[in-house]
């Protein structure tokens, strides 16, 4: 069974919501840090948002901030991004990480260290 294990992407019209959640399993998921990044078709993956292991710092790309939310749940296992206003450049597959080393969420991706699979989201005009 892998880690981590992306969910809630989907097709969806600009301007509408998605949650995306993140299901972690045989790993100790309150001891990482907790990453979601994206990659767009013929683009590089980018950072998307970041979480603490505890819950009570995160982090934004610019291109997200005011309409993403980063949350978890460390009884659930399970992180979450609330997508608010979505715009077709927010088309991508969706992934999250997860990084032991660090205590707060980092911009990184080298920084972390198990990734999930991945979820689709389509945004259409």
């Known amino acids: 069974q892998v880690p981590l294990v992306e969910s809630g992407g989907r097709l969806v019209q600009v301007g509408g919501s998605l949650m995306l959640s993140c299901a972690a399993s045989?790993?100790?998921?309150?001891?990482?840090?907790v990453g979601w990044f994206r990659q767009g078709s013929g683009k590089e993956r980018e950072f998307v948002a970041g979480?603490?292991?505890?819950?009570?710092?995160?982090n934004y790309a610019d291109s997200v901030k005011g309409r993403f939310t980063i949350s978890r749940d460390n009884a659930q296992n399970t992180a979450y991004l609330q997508m608010n206003n979505l715009k077709p450049e927010d088309t991508a597959v969706y992934y999250c990480?997860?990084?032991?080393?660090?205590?707060?969420?980092?911009?990184?991706?080298?920084?972390?260290?198990?990734w999930g699979q991945g979820t689709q989201v389509t945004v259409s005009s």
């Open positions: 990480a997860a990084d032991k080393d660090n205590y707060a969420p980092s911009s990184l991706a080298y920084a972390y260290d198990i």
């Open positions: 045989r790993i100790s998921f309150s001891s990482y840090a």
């Open positions: 979480v603490s292991r505890s819950g009570g710092r995160t």
